[in-house]
């Protein structure tokens, strides 16, 4: 074989067809495979249905015979920091091979799909292996098929089991069953519905948030999302600007609607540490969103009193160290942003 490692990078949502024959070219060229599940501890959303342990089951499930040449790893996203990002695949991959007495051969498998696999190019010390693109296989659409209705469509179940293996498509119709489906079904309709709305225009619309990051006596203020997207999810409170306002005076805005927090407009200008954008493409299942984020700090003193209303379920102030451990329950990138601010990143 040529390698002693091959390494093959994704997100699989859901593991399909293409992934198979990446994996089974894998196989063949080497004595292991190590694959990375990306996006983890992610919130499931219509992008991120499934969690890293269900899409670990669905790799080996497709690989029942060859599954202790198959070591899987996770990778969480850093979608402000590539660097970081590397890293943590340069380390699970150190991880897997430490076992190894001697040097090791480590190639990189994947193929140019679009934008997003400019990712093959981070890792010059290992040698690339294009890996051929199955057509006709998408996950976006699989994501679409599943997700349009509660109700079983014959036609697009037949779509989806020619496009997966056979073990993947069986936990996908018990994935039906569960408790999380009629969430997801809730969430895609809602895009679809937003997403039609502005389809008619000239040209596809980039949309103008800002969210106030609150920082005060080792906690953060975040507020509980009443609506879809992301409903039930925490996020800092904010929103989209109004046309006869600036930036700041609709972060202020949206910091009082969404959580009373009653504090004179001198003390929150003087609290206003540092102001950032976060334009990751992708970052809003809405459509293409560029949100102002505004870093208030304030060291010491009693908390305020918060509560929730307008687009808030709730608001509450949660401690630091607490808050960095939800990260699967924080909505779109609102996790990297609390990171930003608090230099983790």
Not at 32 to 54: D, M, Q, T
Not at 184 to 203: C, D, G, M, N, T
Request: aromatic share 10%.
């Amino acid at each position: 074989m040529e390698f002693d490692y091959l390494v093959f990078i994704g997100r699989f949502e859901p593991f399909h067809s293409g992934h198979y024959a990446v994996v089974s070219r894998a196989l063949k060229l080497s004595r292991n495979v190590i694959v990375l599940i990306g996006s983890a501890n992610k919130p499931r959303s219509i992008k991120n249905p499934w969690n890293v342990s269900e899409r670990e089951v669905m790799v080996r499930a497709a690989f029942p015979e060859d599954s202790p040449r198959i070591h899987v790893r996770s990778v969480r996203d850093h979608l402000y920091n590539d660097a970081l990002w590397v890293s943590d695949v340069q380390r699970a991959v150190a991880e897997v091979t430490s076992i190894e007495k001697g040097p090791v051969k480590i190639g990189l498998i994947g193929h140019n799909k679009d934008h997003s696999s400019y990712y093959l190019g981070m890792f010059p010390q290992w040698t690339l292996v294009h890996a051929v693109n199955v057509a006709g296989v998408s996950a976006t659409d699989l994501r679409d098929y599943l997700f349009a209705s509660t109700d079983p469509d014959i036609g697009k179940d037949l779509l989806i089991k020619a496009a997966v293996p056979d073990a993947v498509f069986a936990m996908l119709k018990g994935f039906r069953e569960g408790p999380h489906f009629a969430q997801l079904v809730r969430e895609h309709q809602f895009i679809r519905e937003y997403r039609k709305s502005w389809a008619s225009a000239p040209y596809e619309p980039t949309f103008v948030t800002v969210d106030a990051v609150v920082i005060h006596s080792g906690h953060v203020l975040l507020i509980r999302r009443r609506n879809e997207p992301g409903k039930g999810l925490w996020a800092f409170p904010g929103g989209f600007v109004n046309r006869r306002e600036n930036l700041q005076q609709a972060v202020l805005r949206e910091l009082e609607e969404e959580t009373g927090l009653a504090l004179p407009r001198t003390a929150l200008d003087g609290a206003l540490k540092s102001r950032e954008v976060f334009d990751h493409p992708e970052r809003s299942l809405r459509g293409r969103t560029i949100t102002h984020a505004f870093h208030f700090d304030f060291p010491s003193g009693e908390l305020p009193q918060v509560a929730g209303a307008d687009d808030a379920q709730c608001a509450e102030w949660i401690a630091i160290s607490e808050a960095l451990q939800m990260e699967e329950q924080f909505f779109e990138d609102h996790f990297h942003i609390l990171e930003h601010f608090l230099g983790r990143v």
